[in-house]
């Protein structure tokens, strides 16, 4: 019997940043997810590294899922001609079918939604609610503030070393994806 498809859950910026790296990144991660014959979950966002990842997942040929809330479908654009493409009510609903349908986690560089999204997977894993793999892409050093941060937030005991093994820092997609192949393995 045919091994089930696995699902990577992409959370990253509705914007496109100031470095075009993170594009790059951004269409890397699509075309590597369509190579590895995943699928490609997210918030179905027509712009910023949200859209670059789609675009660069569908045209190299990978199945996608979009999630996005009715109150987003102007604002980030929603992509219509995904593989499968579900309008929610809130914004609670959408993480939770994106989360319900993937496999791994994926932070490519992002903002504020990018981190609400990266702490609700990461504080879920650590109460133990999931141990579905939670990797953040630290292209160009992106991230190394917000790493910095959850050391000193152990550093002051405020969380439990073990938070650092709730995910990972890798550098780039070539890096990733053995990494997510071990991972899903
Ligand atoms: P950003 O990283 O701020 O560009 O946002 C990336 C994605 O996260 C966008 O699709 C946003 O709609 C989404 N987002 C923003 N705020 C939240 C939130 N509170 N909960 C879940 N997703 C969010």
Same mark, same amino acid.
């Given at each position: ?14 914007? +496109? !940043? ?5 594009? *790059?990144? #951004? =269409? $890397?991660?699509?075309? @590597?997810? &369509? ?8 918030? +179905? !966002? ?5 859209? *670059?990842? #789609? =675009? $660069?997942?569908?045209? @190299?040929? &990978? ?123």
């Amino acid at each position: 019997m045919p091994s089930r498809q696995s699902s990577i859950c992409v959370f990253c910026g509705a914007r +496109a !940043g100031t470095n075009p790296a993170h594009t *790059e990144a #951004a =269409r $890397a991660m699509g075309r @590597a997810i &369509a190579a590895n014959e995943w699928r490609l979950v997210y918030g +179905a !966002g027509d712009v910023g590294l949200m859209g *670059e990842v #789609a =675009r $660069a997942a569908q045209t @190299a040929g &990978a199945s996608s899922l979009g999630v996005i809330p009715t109150h987003l479908l102007a604002l980030e654009v929603g992509k219509r001609d995904l593989t499968q493409f579900i309008v929610t009510e809130n914004m609670h609903e959408r993480k939770k079918v994106m989360f319900m349908n993937s496999d791994a986690i994926v932070v490519l560089p992002g903002g504020a939604g990018s981190l609400d999204e990266f702490f609700e997977v990461l504080t879920w894993a650590q109460i133990g609610l999931h141990e579905k793999p939670i990797f953040l892409l630290n292209v160009e050093g992106y991230w190394q503030p917000l790493i910095a941060l959850l050391d000193h937030i152990i550093a002051e005991g405020f969380a439990s070393a073990t938070l650092r093994g709730q995910f990972r820092v890798i550098d780039t997609i070539e890096a990733l994806t053995p990494a997510l192949k071990t991972a899903l393995s």
